[in-house]
């Protein structure tokens, strides 16, 4: 690929075998070095789904960095190795960190897929690459991205590598929500989801391939039915998570019926539903008992609290948080999917602190928040606008204006790299609770600040 200092990477050039990491494998087999690579991340408390295939998208250039989970596993492993001894390309030449001009303004980095932003760019570029098949032939949208179409592409059906690609697309798109928040990337990622569909309406060559493709396109199709939640496009998400219901339950696929009904409870919750909330979150927990992942129903009873706090039912939702608190002290296991990497204890006390703050324990909810806050990982900006957020809007509500100020103030900060309708909505809701204490320490200040806060844009 190309270095971001210069043009974005040529789709046409072939990835370089990574020999390094081939080397440090030995004469252990993928699968065996996989067994250890989950083995240490459950040491240092991470989570990866690691398996012979990435074990050879890795040997094979596919995967030129690792996503900082990875990271942190494989530092772990070879002490004193950095990730260029292991044969991995610097994350800014990647993710195309290091060039960005520095009079280009921040906004123009929120726009996912502008040629000045090459971190974001790059998630289409490496996951719908020229030669996928019928991606390019039938998904015309992905021509605005800088992918060349190819109309005889459309004589080709799908394999391994187009498979692959929308997996790849799922994972990165992820990671740019993580940091960025999701107004700048819904319209966006829309497309390459058109472009997964449009592959399954062609037809693999073979059923382990056609398997992979839909359970990729459901999970993208998850992940940009969070984007338009996030960006507070409820009817969008309901349709999006409805389309990865529906190809869950084509191909008997229970992971991802449960990842739908997951995101299906907590969309019912914030828009207002909390007895349909409760009902996902049961048809989820259902959906992935025979799965074996402690931690996935951990999360799913938060998504059926979350709605019995909706309900005003204490009971319901203290024995559902018990479950879950429960559940999560069991730990990982392997049969926890890939898209729970952003489940930890940071999470957990952040669901929580939202269930005690729908319940009007405004106290409870803002211990939980300020833990929720501290505890998570700094490359999760999103999560800690978020879970900060959600602290002033407790400590405002609760009677302690000058601390609602302060939190609100630091998430003010974030927004700068951060675009969240739902984060900015929820601001908004404290700025309306401190406007009496306009005399209290910093609440001024906040209130003036968030008054010259933008709106969130929609696209």
């Not at 991340?41 to 991470?46: P, Q, T």
């Not at 799908?158 to 107004?183: C, F, N, Q």
């Not at 319901?316 to 429960?326: F, K, T």
């Not at 401190?434 to 709106?455: I, K, M, Q």
Request: proline share 5%.
């Amino acid at each position: 690929m190309a270095s971001s200092t210069d043009t974005p990477a040529q789709p046409d050039r072939p990835p370089r075998p990574n020999t390094a990491f081939r080397q440090v494998r030995g004469r252990r087999s993928p699968a065996e070095f996989a067994a250890l690579v989950r083995r240490a991340a459950r040491e240092i408390g991470e989570r990866v789904s690691c398996d012979a295939r990435y074990i050879g998208r890795v040997e094979a250039g596919e995967i030129r960095c690792p996503n900082y989970a990875y990271e942190r596993v494989f530092l772990h492993m070879f002490p004193g190795r950095t990730l260029a001894d292991l044969g991995f390309a610097p994350r800014s030449a990647v993710r195309g960190r290091g060039a960005r001009p520095a009079a280009v303004p921040v906004a123009a980095y929120e726009h996912p897929y502008d040629p000045l932003n090459h971190e974001e760019s790059d998630v289409l570029r490496r996951a719908f690459m020229t030669g996928t098949g019928a991606t390019v032939a039938a998904a015309a949208t992905l021509g605005p991205l800088g992918i060349a179409t190819d109309a005889s592409a459309a004589a080709r059906r799908p394999g391994t590598s187009e498979a692959a690609a929308v997996e790849e697309a799922v994972r990165r798109i992820r990671l740019l929500d993580d940091k960025h928040g999701a107004d700048g990337l819904y319209r966006r990622a829309a497309e390459p989801l058109r472009a997964a569909y449009a592959l399954l309406d062609a037809g693999a060559t073979r059923q382990t391939t056609a398997e992979r493709l839909h359970s990729g396109a459901g999970e993208l199709a998850i992940s940009v039915g969070w984007l338009a939640h996030d960006s507070g496009r409820f009817d969008d998400a309901r349709s999006h998570y409805a389309e990865a219901l529906a190809t869950a339950r084509m191909t008997g696929d229970a992971g991802l019926e449960a990842h739908a009904f997951c995101n299906t409870a907590f969309l019912a919750r914030d828009a207002g539903r909390p007895r349909e909330a409760v009902r996902a979150a049961q048809a989820a927990q259902r959906a992935a008992r025979p799965l074996g992942s402690p931690r996935l129903m951990s999360l799913l009873a938060l998504r059926e609290a979350g709605g019995w706090a909706g309900l005003a039912d204490r009971t319901g939702c203290e024995q559902a948080l018990v479950r879950a608190q429960a559940l999560f002290g069991r730990g990982t296991s392997e049969a926890d999917p890939e898209w729970m990497s952003f489940y930890g204890e940071a999470e957990l006390a952040g669901l929580e602190a939202q269930c005690w703050s729908t319940l009007g324990d405004w106290r409870r909810a803002a211990r939980h928040a300020r833990r929720a806050a501290r505890l998570q990982d700094p490359h999760f900006s999103r999560n800690i606008a978020l879970y900060t957020a959600e602290l002033a809007d407790d400590l405002a509500r609760d009677g302690y204006p000058d601390e609602a100020a302060s939190a609100g103030l630091r998430v003010l900060d974030l927004l700068a790299q951060v675009q969240s309708s739902r984060i900015q909505t929820m601001l908004a809701g404290t700025a309306r609770v401190l406007l009496p204490h306009r005399r209290a320490s910093g609440v001024a200040d906040f209130l003036d600040r968030h008054a010259s806060l933008p709106r969130p844009r929609r696209g």
